[in-house]
Every structure is written in structure tokens, then in C-alpha cells.
Nanobody
Framework: QVQLVESGGGLVQAGGSLRLSCAAS????????MAWFRQAPGKEREFVAA??????NTSYKDSVRGRFTISGAKATMSRQMNNLKPEEPAVYYC????????????????WGQGTQVTVSS
């Protein structure tokens, strides 16, 4: 079982930047994929970005590519979010799975508790 702890959420102005981090502990494997999902009030949880365990591959949702950067390797993952938009406040979740390329939350077995990101206009 993998335990995930997110940090770094908070309030930011539209156009501003925020950095989220996720630390993994417990039993981990080299084929793990770490990802960020987000869920806004009243909406479905959606994929945002992913990185493989060795940090050799990254994947992004189209609307965040170029603004968000996912980095890190093995047990630690970070995400830099730049130029945040007013429609992007949500609870951001860190997750771990084994299916590289999947953006389906059902393929991710372990989840953090989530960290709130609020964007003011």
C-alpha cells in the first residue's frame, strides 16, 4: 500500500503561480505512475498530468500543457502551475497507478487526501 501526502495548495490570483508537491511512502515499484487529478465543485474528477517513476516521461491534459509542469522522480512529485485561470480552482489530488497512458481515475489505486487550490479573479 502506498501512502500519498499532498502539500502546497492555497489561494492565488488569476495569472499567478502555485507549486504542489506529493510525497509517496510505503511499498513502491519502479513501474508506478504518479499523476495529478483535480475536481471542481459539482464536476467530475479529471486528469491533469502524469509522470512515470523514473521521470523519463510526462503527460498533460491539453488545456494545461505549457502552463503546468510536472517533475520529480520515484517518491516525490511536484507540479508547477503557472498562469492559473479563474475556472481552475479545485481540489487537486495526487494518485499512483501502474497503467502509463491511462487518464481514467479507476486505473489509479492510491490517492492522497487532496489539497485545495483557490483562484481569485
Amino acid at each position: 500500500q502506498v501512502q500519498l501526502v499532498e502539500s502546497g495548495g492555497g489561494l492565488v490570483q488569476a495569472g499567478g503561480s502555485l507549486r504542489l508537491s506529493c510525497a509517496a511512502s510505503g511499498r513502491t515499484f519502479s513501474n508506478y505512475v504518479m499523476a495529478w487529478f483535480r475536481q471542481a465543485p459539482g464536476k467530475e474528477r479529471e486528469f491533469v498530468a502524469a509522470i512515470n517513476w523514473s521521470a523519463s516521461n510526462t503527460s498533460y491534459k491539453d488545456s494545461v500543457r505549457g502552463r503546468f509542469t510536472i517533475s520529480g522522480a520515484k517518491a516525490t512529485m511536484s507540479r508547477q502551475m503557472n498562469n492559473l485561470k479563474p475556472e481552475e480552482p479545485a481540489v487537486y489530488y495526487c494518485a499512483v497507478g501502474t497503467n502509463w497512458g491511462s487518464r481514467n481515475q479507476l486505473d489509479f489505486r492510491s490517492w492522497g487526501q487532496g489539497t485545495q487550490v483557490t483562484v481569485s479573479s
